[in-house]
């Protein structure tokens, strides 16, 4: 089992920036695939960014530009850095984290950006 933990949502302005961080617990291996999906009110989840063991990053059309993934292996974290945040960008962010064909969740934070 595998344990994912976020932090670092909240509310902010558009235009303003905000880092999002999932601390990873459990059973990890050394290859896998993490990253960050989101579900806004009434939509579907959406993947935003990944970041595979190897370093190789991959986003979404919508947040190029603006986001940056990374992640601290010898800390079990993920990290999504939101800049020029904009109200559409307005969710719930979950961390995931795949290993065997296997996909893990946390539980979600919420970000909010006011117009």
């Known amino acids: 089992q595998v344990q994912l933990v976020e932090s670092g949502g909240g509310l902010v302005q558009a235009g303003g920036s905000l880092r999002l961080s999932c601390v990873a617990s459990?059973?990890?291996?050394?290859?896998?695939?993490m990253g960050w999906y989101r579900q806004a009110p009434g939509k579907q989840r959406e993947l935003v960014a990944k970041i595979i063991s190897g370093g190789i990053t991959n986003y979404a059309d919508s947040v190029k530009g603006r986001f940056t993934i990374s992640r601290d292996n010898t800390k079990n974290t993920l990290y999504l850095q939101m800049n020029s945040l904009k109200p559409e960008d307005t969710a719930v962010y979950y961390c995931w984290y795949r290993r065997d064909f296997t996909d893990y969740w946390g539980q979600g934070t919420q970000v909010t950006v006011s117009s």
């Open positions: 459990g059973s990890l291996f050394s290859i896998n695939i």
